[in-house]
Nanobody, 127 residues
Framework: QVLLVESGGGSVQAGGSLRLSCAVS????????MGWFRQAPGKEREGVAT????????YYADSVKGRFTISQDNAKNTVYLQMNSLKPEDTAMYYC????????????????????WGQGTQVTVSS
């Protein structure tokens, strides 16, 4: 079983930056993709970025391309989401998730393809 714990959320003004961390523990060999997702009040959960755990292409939502960067430190079993040039519309609960499947590009950011989730960390961006 894989356990995910997010941290690094907080409140920031528009234009600012935050770095989210996702500590991964347990049977990490079962994870093929690690993704970041977000959910704002009244909205569906959406994929933000994902990275294959054994190397390969990262994928981003169009809304965050050029501003957010996903990375991983295998020695620390941690996945990061560097968020720059934050906007008020980035305000949401951010979740880290793991997928046991190999995901083609067109579903790599689909929440139902991820089977293990963290508890989330809140990001609030004020204008």
């Amino acid at each position: 079983q894989v356990l995910l714990v997010e941290s690094g959320g907080g409140s920031v003004q528009a234009g600012g930056s935050l770095r989210l961390s996702c500590a991964v523990s347990g049977y990490t060999y079962s994870s093929n993709y690690m993704g970041w997702f977000r959910q704002a009040p009244g909205k569906e959960r959406e994929g933000v970025a994902t990275i294959p755990t054994r190397g390969g292409t990262t994928y981003y939502a169009d809304s965050v391309k050029g501003r957010f960067t996903i990375s991983q430190d295998n020695a620390k079993n941690t996945v990061y989401l560097q968020m720059n040039s934050l906007k008020p519309e980035d305000t949401a609960m951010y979740y880290c998730a793991s997928s046991s499947w190999w995901l083609p590009q067109h579903v790599a950011l689909d929440p139902p393809k991820y089977n293990i989730w963290g508890q989330g960390t809140q990001v609030t961006v004020s204008s």
